[in-house]
C-alpha cells in the first residue's frame, strides 16, 4: 500500500496509453479493453471527441514521480427535469493496482464530486457492474444510494 500523495488533472492525449492499461487490469477490463501499442485509433478519436466536448472531464491521478495511478471520467447532462438540473455522470474509475486500498479511490471520487459542485450540479450518478461487490461497497461508503435499476444496450 502506497500512502504517497496524489494530484489531479486533466488527462493529456500521451496519458492515453496508460489510461487504457487501467482500464484493461481487471476480470471485466480484460474482455473489454486492447492496450496493445499502437492503440486502436478508435481510442484516439474517442478521446478527441472528449477533449473537444466542454461536458466531459477526463481526468487522472498522479504521484509525486507523475505517474498515471488512476483515471476517471465525468460528464455533465443539463436536463429538464429536475427544475432544469444539471447532473455528473462518473464513469470509468479505475485504480492502478500498486493504489488500490491507498485511499487515492475515496480521493479520487471527492476530487469528481467537488468539480461536479463547481460545475453547478445538483445530482451525481454513477453505474457500477452488478459483479462488483466491493465496488458497491465503496460507492456506498462515499454516500451514493442503489436508488435506480439501470439497464444498458449493447449495440
Not at 504517497?4 to 486533466?10: D, G, I, M, T
Not at 477490463?29 to 466531459?56: H, K, V
Not at 462518473?90 to 485511499?103: F, L, N, T
Request: glycine share 8%; with cysteine.
Amino acid at each position: 500500500m502506497n500512502q504517497q500523495p496524489f494530484s489531479f488533472r486533466a488527462a493529456r492525449k500521451t496519458d492515453l496509453s496508460a489510461i487504457v492499461r487501467l482500464l484493461a487490469d481487471d476480470d471485466l477490463g480484460q474482455s473489454r479493453e486492447n492496450p496493445t501499442l499502437p492503440l486502436a485509433g478508435a481510442y484516439l478519436d474517442a478521446f478527441q471527441a472528449i477533449a473537444d466536448d466542454a461536458n466531459q472531464i477526463l481526468a487522472v491521478a498522479t504521484n509525486p514521480e507523475n505517474a498515471v495511478i488512476g483515471t476517471i471520467q465525468i460528464t455533465l447532462i443539463p436536463g429538464i427535469s429536475r427544475r432544469g438540473a444539471w447532473r455528473g455522470q462518473i464513469e470509468a474509475v479505475r485504480v492502478a493496482r500498486d493504489y488500490r486500498g491507498s485511499g487515492l479511490g475515496q480521493s479520487m471520487l471527492e476530487w469528481a464530486i467537488t468539480q461536479c459542485r463547481l460545475k453547478g450540479c445538483s445530482l451525481i450518478q454513477l453505474t457500477t457492474d452488478k459483479s462488483r461487490p466491493d465496488a458497491h461497497r465503496f460507492y456506498e461508503k462515499l454516500g451514493f444510494e442503489a436508488s435506480h435499476l439501470g439497464y444498458k444496450l449493447n449495440l
